[in-house]
């Protein structure tokens, strides 16, 4: 058995030991003589695996007791439409940065259901860096205000977690949820598909303080509506049940680690290896503002395109896959998740540079 180094942007590697530990318990999961795919979700099996996710997760961000946990279907996309049917309770209007490719979808999106402010943007400069909150615009009024905490394609990553007075902070932290600590009490609500850093596509997890959930819209499906999910422990209709069983394989790995806090020091570490790298040659170039370089999605370019291709195969040959960019940006782009080992990004720098040696 041969693995890759898979550096898609989504869905994205898992770690090993996940995987190996999912296919142990295929068959007979903890003697109960079936795969968790076969379970109901109403037995004491799957509400017991459903209970230890959410409170592995609960501990690993150090979740408030005021916030509830999700665990919804419909991925990112659909929260663009859920979280103003749920947040706007009544106002007319809401507030969004426009930081890339994700934080655009977003808007249009949300736009279908209320006005949206566009509070601050970088589309002056192609969306290559996070834009400082003194040029941001708030409204008052505004119902929430929206961030897309890592831009996926465009590799743009707030640092830092804006203060919006009273006004819900509201974020779509999809590509690098769980990737670092984070201080949960300063959002209203976090959301994020799984299928970049968390588990398997199918699963997306919100969270929300409670008492921002209660006043959805009247038009809101139940299921979309966080306080009917709230009560039903996310379980009015069938979950996805395999996808919350991985995720929760997830957290118990990202705990037998040291949790966040360790977790962030290899992320810094594994980032640094590219950055420093592109830093110092003139074959590659890396875009984005250095104080707002995501340490999930690294998108860079060779000074000429036209090795492009050649750059692909050979890194395919070599084990090295998915490094193409988006097609929005073009170029390459390198996701280097909490499941990326560090033997992986060594082995996409030394690459580099030999392809930049041998063609430079
Ligand atoms: C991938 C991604 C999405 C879309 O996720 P889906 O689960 O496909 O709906 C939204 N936002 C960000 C930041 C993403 O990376």
Redesign the pocket.
Known sequence: MARVFNFS??PAVLPEPVLTRAAEEMLDWHGSGMSVMEMSHRGKEFIAIHAQAEADLRELLAIPGNYKVLFLQ?????QFAIVPMNLLRGKKAADYVHTGY?SK??ITEARRYCQVNIAASAEDARFTYAPKQDKWKLDQGAAYVHI?S???IDGVEFHWIPDTGRVPLVA?A??HILSRPLDVSRFGLIYA?A??NIGP?GL?IVIVREDLTGEAAPYTPSVFDYKVQAEADSMINTPPTYAVYVAGLVFQWLKSLGGLARMEEINIAKARLVYDYLDQTEFYHSPVAKEDRSRMNIPFRLRSGELDSEFLKQAASQGLTQLKGHRAVGGMRASIYNAMPVEGVKALVDFMREFERTHG
């Open positions: 942007a989504g419909g991925g990112a996309a659909a994700w979808k977003a897309t890592n831009e996926t779509d999809s590509s598909g299928q970049k596509a997306t």
